[in-house]
């Protein structure tokens, strides 16, 4: 063979593998290069995250005169019009005195929250910390005069002490504040209750910047540039030093975008989930939608149900969930319309097929559509389906495998 002979022979050879390779390389493409996912049934929220201001009824009581003020019912209890529920010392008070009457007082609360049965303070650690002690020495004591016969009414004497009847511990607490309140000076002048609701100390300044009666007029641009009214760092006649709240029907108002609040209605019910409050979560009713400037609304929402420790709280970071949408759960890149009407592409006996979906709800990522496997129809979308995601080309009846 002579070097021209063999010059082309190569020549051939290249361009044979030149093309077996844009071959393969289209091959892969069309063929080889698609990825899947399987149709799962899942659920979406259609859910905002915003922070908000926790808004109430709320009944200010002045301060009579100045001076100490020592509360006659702990935090968040409920209280009754008539009711005693503080009073303004005009003397010099002892310290010590305030501070145990402040600690009973949180203990109180808790107990009548939780009805004792988990909750334990330091002073209850403290307590069966030495009551540990005296089990142990009592035990001792016994093993020692070799009368082993007491040690189970030992035992059960000291599981009293250890595991205490809430109410008993309660009624304990209870006249453990009447006999501090005696030990303060008699020269007071005592508060009562206008007002039927939660007593609370804890004055803000937000109490008449978010009067719950002015709710229409906190547009968005009201709620951003809210500040409180300042708040006196002693007690003197005429400053407001407690208040009742209406626990039974209370507030959120949250600034929110005004396109994903225009579908909704007065009365609609509304779920609300408080992430940094145990993720505490309460049904609520849409109050109201106010306008505002630049594509944005006021949202406020009413709701009835107690959630603990709000009440000391103003601003609070909460999930407005509008709806949940149940179904199948597909990548929104998947979907595809053919013939007019969306749907997907699967993977059926090594072919593409078109399946037609129903949406309910999508974002960016992925869609919620309709979910009936007990359908005749075999053109829809059905659990398990080997959904097209990405492919170079899709198209009814091409090979995929």
């Known amino acids: 063979m002579t070097k021209t002979q063999k010059s082309r022979v190569a020549t051939i050879l290249a361009t044979l593998a030149i093309l077996a390779l844009a071959a393969y390389a289209a091959y892969s493409m069309l063929y080889l290069s698609i990825s899947t996912e399987l149709a799962y049934r899942g659920a979406m929220e259609e859910v905002v995250n915003v922070d908000g201001y926790i808004i109430r009824h709320e009944t200010i009581i002045p301060a009579p005169t100045g001076g100490t003020l020592v509360c006659a019912v702990s935090e968040e209890e409920r209280v009754s019009v008539g009711m005693n529920i503080a009073a303004i010392i005009s003397g010099a008070a002892d310290e010590s005195v305030l501070a145990q009457l402040k600690t009973t007082n949180e203990r109180i609360a808790h107990y009548e929250s939780t009805a004792g049965t988990n909750y334990r303070t330091d002073e209850d650690f403290r307590a069966e910390y030495h009551i540990g002690l005296r089990a142990e020495n009592i035990i001792e004591a016994a093993y020692n005069q070799s009368n082993l016969s007491k040690i189970p009414a ?122 940094y409050i145990n993720n505490e979560s309460a049904l609520g009713k849409v109050d109201s939608v106010v306008a505002g400037e630049n594509g944005k609304a006021t949202l406020i929402i009413s709701c009835s149900k107690t959630i603990e420790s709000t009440l000391e709280l103003r601003e609070v970071n909460v999930d407005i969930v509008k709806a949940t949408y149940d179904g199948l759960r597909i990548p929104t890149a998947a979907i595809q319309e053919n013939g007019g009407e969306r749907g997907v592409y699967v993977v059926k006996d090594r072919q593409m097929r078109f399946k037609k979906i129903d949406i309910l709800y999508q974002n960016e990522l992925y869609t919620i559509v309709r979910r009936d496997d007990y359908s005749l129809d075999k053109d829809i979308l059905l659990t398990y389906d080997e959904i097209v995601v990405r492919a170079k080309t899709v198209e009814e009846g091409r090979v995929v495998r």
């Open 154 to 275: 030992y035992k059960a004497e000291i599981s009293d002490f250890m595991q205490p009847d809430p109410q008993a511990v309660l009624t304990e607490l209870l006249s453990e504040r009447e006999r501090l309140l005696a030990k303060l000076p008699k020269e007071r002048t005592t508060i009562y209750a206008n007002a039927s609701g939660v007593f609370s100390s804890q004055i803000d300044g937000y109490e008449e910047v978010f009067a719950a009666n002015s709710r229409e007029a906190f547009t968005p641009e009201y709620l951003q540039t809210a500040t409180p009214t300042a708040v006196p760092t002693s007690i003197k006649e005429g400053t407001p030093c407690v208040k009742i709240a209406n626990n039974y029907k209370w507030y959120i108002a949250a600034v929110v975008d005004e396109e994903w609040a225009e579908d909704l209605h007065e009365g609609q019910e509304i779920t609300l989930r408080f992430p």
